[in-house]
């Protein structure tokens, strides 16, 4: 009897969750009473439907989706893509300490030699980039040759006197395998070591296959093109400084830009990386060279490095690499620091003097190149006629920086000097890329 009463009641619709509570109650209190089951069975009823229309049950998921990013999976990684193009090969390899495949869901990893040869790729050598095969060396710091204590395998410098293979070095090998981690920075020097390596490989019909790894600056193009007149190790191609590429994106540029010279094509293939972009955010698991400790250093390199070719200290012989900047010649200030010997800095610019200037280990993440802190030091510098050394010219890939410094234009003039020559560039590079 009370079922059938209860179907009578007025309904938005048929499922019962939408029944109107108003009338509910009326009817409960009328008969309630006379039935305490029923009552206890309405009250349920009711607090269920009330929880459904005012919170969400515990297993939905009410986050959006689209700004969860998938994580990044480096060409290193997949295994199984490249593995089988290795086997019957002999391979060389470019790497050094940032050349690992890392353990599904862990920070733990192996080091991509050692891992391929538990899977028995008959590797005949590698070749160590600047810092070395294990990443330890200071900048600059000559590299020889040698032999690998753990694997025994022949390591083959390729910074110092020999930076391209030479035909001897190369017999024996069918292809080369590069697996380096790039900061993004025209005057890092690793992919100085990729375009002598393709070149070396193009010259003895050699394939270059490469694992390809996020660039940590890859959101940003920014700073002056390299003039050709000023080529050298810290500088090839005419790019600006912060190139916004990934080392296989750069890699498929040289080639088809036909910067190998002589019209060399390097057969070339790229293991791409799955769920990466241009703005995806990537936390460098391991150091890629000494004095870039950080994520903070890393993406502050491309500004500060201006310093290494003037009198000021960029923060080497301190914990805060290209964290900070300082010299005895700026103006005192509440904050200061002393350069001492450490670990990739055994000779650091003023080593053991008193340096004056800012720490900028706390500044927001930059998306273009910052010349306020070169232009500040160079005006409230006392030594402005030794500022600048010859190594600033290599640096900025251009003679045009150093004098409009000197004749004080401001960052907005010298910005927009580079425009033209930027923009020309961004188009190039949309041909070569992989990644969106």
Same mark, same amino acid.
């Given at each position: 009897?009370?079922?059938?009463?209860?179907?009578?009641?007025?309904?938005?619709s048929?499922? /019962?969750?939408? #029944?109107?509570?108003?009338?509910?109650?009326?009817?409960?209190y009328?008969?309630?009473?006379k039935?305490t089951?029923?009552?206890?069975? &309405?009250?349920?009823?009711?607090?269920?439907?009330?929880?459904?229309? +005012?919170t969400a049950l515990p297993?939905? *998921?009410?986050r959006?989706l689209?700004?969860?990013? !998938?994580p990044?999976?480096?060409?290193?990684n997949?295994?199984?893509?490249?593995?089988?193009?290795?086997?019957?090969?002999?391979v060389?390899?470019?790497?050094n300490?940032?050349?690992?495949i890392?353990?599904?869901?862990?920070?733990?990893?192996?080091? @991509?030699v050692?891992? %391929? @040869?538990?899977?028995?790729?008959?590797?005949?050598k590698?070749?160590? =980039?600047?810092?070395?095969?294990?990443?330890?060396?200071?900048a600059?710091e000559?590299?020889?040759?040698?032999?690998d204590?753990?694997?025994?395998?022949? /390591?083959i410098?390729l910074?110092g006197?020999?930076?391209?293979?030479?035909?001897? #070095?190369?017999?024996?090998?069918d292809l080369? @395998?590069?697996? &380096?981690?790039?900061v993004?920075?025209?005057?890092?020097?690793y992919?100085?070591?990729l375009?002598?390596?393709?070149?070396?490989a193009?010259?003895?019909?050699?394939?270059?296959?490469?694992? *390809?790894?996020?660039?940590?600056?890859g959101?940003?193009v920014?700073?002056?093109? @390299?003039?050709?007149?000023?080529?050298?190790?810290?500088?090839?191609? =005419?790019?600006? #400084?912060?190139?916004g590429?990934? &080392?296989?994106?750069?890699a498929?540029? /040289?080639?088809?830009q036909?910067?190998?010279?002589?019209?060399?094509q390097? +057969?070339?293939?790229?293991i791409?990386?799955?769920?990466?972009?241009?703005?995806?955010?990537y936390?460098l698991p391991?150091?890629?060279?000494?004095?870039?400790?950080?994520?903070?250093?890393?993406?502050?390199y491309?500004?500060?490095?201006?310093f290494e070719?003037?009198?000021?200290?960029?923060?080497?012989?301190t914990?805060?690499?290209?964290?900070?900047?300082?010299? =005895?010649?700026?103006?005192?200030?509440?904050?200061?620091?002393? $350069?001492?010997?450490?670990?990739?800095?055994?000779? =650091?610019?003023?080593?053991? !003097?008193?340096?004056?200037?800012?720490?900028?280990s706390?500044?927001?993440?930059?998306?273009? %190149?910052n %010349?306020?802190w070169?232009?500040?030091?160079y005006?409230?510098?006392?030594? +402005?006629?030794?500022?600048?050394?010859?190594?600033?010219?290599?640096?900025?890939?251009?003679?045009?920086?150093q004098?409009? #410094?000197?004749?004080g234009?401001?960052?907005?003039?010298?910005?927009?000097s580079w425009? +033209?020559?930027l923009d020309?560039?961004?188009?190039?590079r949309?041909?070569? %890329?992989?990644? $969106?």
């Open positions: 009897m009370f079922f059938k009463s209860l179907l009578s009641i007025p309904m938005r048929q499922r /019962i969750h939408t #029944i109107n509570f108003q009338t509910l109650w009326r009817f409960c009328r008969n309630a009473f039935n089951f029923l009552f206890f069975f &309405i009250l349920f009823i009711s607090c269920g439907n009330a929880m459904t229309d +005012k297993h939905q *998921d009410t959006d689209s700004t969860i990013q !998938k990044i999976i480096t060409g290193a997949q295994v199984a893509t490249y593995l089988p193009y290795l086997k019957n090969k002999k060389a390899i470019v790497g300490q940032t050349s690992v890392f353990k599904k869901n862990t920070q733990q990893y192996t080091h @991509l050692d891992s %391929l @040869l538990s899977h028995h790729i008959a590797i005949q590698v070749f160590a =980039p600047e810092h070395g095969f294990r990443g330890k060396a200071d600059g000559h590299i020889v040759d040698g032999k204590q753990k694997t025994r395998l022949p /390591i410098s910074y006197k020999n930076k391209k293979p030479s035909p001897a #070095i190369l017999q024996n090998v080369i @395998l590069f697996d &380096i981690q790039d993004g920075a025209r005057f890092y020097t992919i100085s070591t375009h002598y390596v393709m070149q070396a193009a010259e003895n019909h050699i394939e270059v296959m490469i694992l *390809d790894r996020p660039n940590p600056n959101h940003y920014d700073g002056p093109t @390299l003039d050709l007149k000023h080529k050298s190790f810290v500088g090839m191609h =005419p790019i600006p #400084i912060v190139h590429m990934t &080392i296989g994106e750069y498929q540029m /040289i080639n088809g036909g910067w190998l010279g002589n019209d060399l390097c +057969k070339l293939k790229v791409k990386m799955q769920n990466y972009s241009h703005n995806s955010s936390s391991i150091k890629p060279s000494p004095n870039l400790p950080n994520d903070q250093s890393i993406n502050l491309p500004s500060l490095c201006f070719g003037t009198t000021v200290n960029a923060g080497r012989g914990n805060k690499q290209f964290q900070v900047y300082g010299s =005895p010649f700026l103006p005192v200030s509440k904050f200061s620091y002393t $350069p001492k010997s450490n670990a990739g800095a055994k000779h =650091p610019k003023h080593k053991g !003097k008193r340096c004056y200037g800012e720490d900028l706390t500044v927001k993440k930059l998306d273009q %190149l %010349l306020n070169l232009l500040k030091a005006q409230t510098t006392q030594d +402005k006629d030794k500022f600048f050394n010859s190594f600033f010219v290599k640096l900025a890939g251009t003679s045009e920086l004098q409009q #410094i000197k004749q234009l401001s960052e907005k003039e010298i910005r927009a425009k +033209k020559d020309t560039y961004k188009q190039m949309t041909s070569y %890329l992989l990644y $969106p």
